[in-house]
């Protein structure tokens, strides 16, 4: 089963993984793949209520993390790609959830492309990104958003 694995920073993260795996091998896996720590992760799984993975021995599958149980339907198809163009013409990519709101979003950018919020403006579809959520403004996998930055003056 695939399980998406969200970082503090707002990435995302695909990892396969057996039901029968313990929450220690996981935490290997994460090392492995996203040069994490192993003692620096805390695992916390999201299924309507928030559930710490504390014990390393325990299978995912004691805490409800099965194919058809734990798992969300097709969470892990939500995260789409989409990208970023800048004032310069150079483009990130970014995985997103279509539900993750403008506000997230340009926090990401903020801290990703070193632009402050409060210079930004997010255009798609020639509108302005303001508040809302992304899907709001019909953002979908491998769209374009235009980064522009706000002129000064007075």
């Given at each position: 089963m695939d399980l998406t694995i969200s970082l503090m920073n707002g990435s995302?993260?695909?990892l396969s993984v057996r039901p029968h795996h313990t929450?220690?091998?996981l935490k290997i896996l994460i090392q492995q793949n996203?040069?994490?720590a192993c003692e620096s992760q805390k695992l916390v799984f999201e299924n309507g209520r928030s559930i710490t993975l504390n014990n390393d021995s325990a299978t995912l599958e004691s805490y409800g993390?099965?194919?058809g149980q734990g798992e969300p339907a097709g969470d892990?198809?939500?995260i789409i790609q989409v990208f970023l163009k800048n004032e310069n013409g150079v483009s990130s990519t970014y995985d997103i959830k279509p539900d993750e709101t403008?506000?997230?979003f340009k926090s990401r950018v903020?801290?990703?492309e070193r632009v402050p919020v409060s210079q930004q403006r997010l255009i798609h579809e020639s509108r302005e990104m303001n508040e809302g959520k992304l899907s709001d403004y019909n953002v979908r996998a491998h769209s374009t958003i235009f980064q522009t930055l706000r002129l000064r003056g007075g």
């Open positions: 995302s993260h695909i929450v220690g091998s996203l040069g994490i993390l099965c194919r892990h198809t939500a403008v506000s997230h903020e801290e990703r």
